[in-house]
Nanobody, 119 residues
Framework: QVQLVESGGGLVQAGGSLRLSCVASGRVFRLNAMGWYRQAPEKQRELIAVITGGGSANYADSVKGRFTISRDNAKNTMYLQMNSLKPEDTAVYYC?????????????WGQGTQVTVSS
């Protein structure tokens, strides 16, 4: 089994920063593409940042210039540094990782972590 555990969410004032982490555990052989999604109340889940196995990153326009995605392959961990947070960034944030394990290649989701930005 492979599990993804997210952490780092919380309540922050507008203009503040948070750093999210997503750790993969279990029989993980390799992590391929990794991404952060978010889902605000009554909205669809949206992809906001993705990083390839080679470290190339892409961002949604809504977070470009404010959020930075990174990964530490030795720790099976992905990060999302969020700066200049806005109230509209309030959402549950999920990580999604393509994992090579005993079960072959599969995509896994984390449980989600709440980020609330107050104005």
């Amino acid at each position: 089994q492979v599990q993804l555990v997210e952490s780092g969410g919380g309540l922050v004032q507008a203009g503040g920063s948070l750093r999210l982490s997503c750790v993969a555990s279990g029989r993980v052989f390799r992590l391929n593409a990794m991404g952060w999604y978010r889902q605000a109340p009554e909205k669809q889940r949206e992809l906001i940042a993705v990083i390839t196995g080679g470290g190339s990153a892409n961002y949604a326009d809504s977070v470009k210039g404010r959020f930075t995605i990174s990964r530490d392959n030795a720790k099976n961990t992905m990060y999302l540094q969020m700066n200049s947070l806005k109230p509209e960034d309030t959402a549950v944030y999920y990580c999604n990782v393509r994992v090579l394990s005993d079960y072959g290649f599969n995509n896994y989701w984390g449980q989600g972590t709440q980020v609330t930005v107050s104005s």
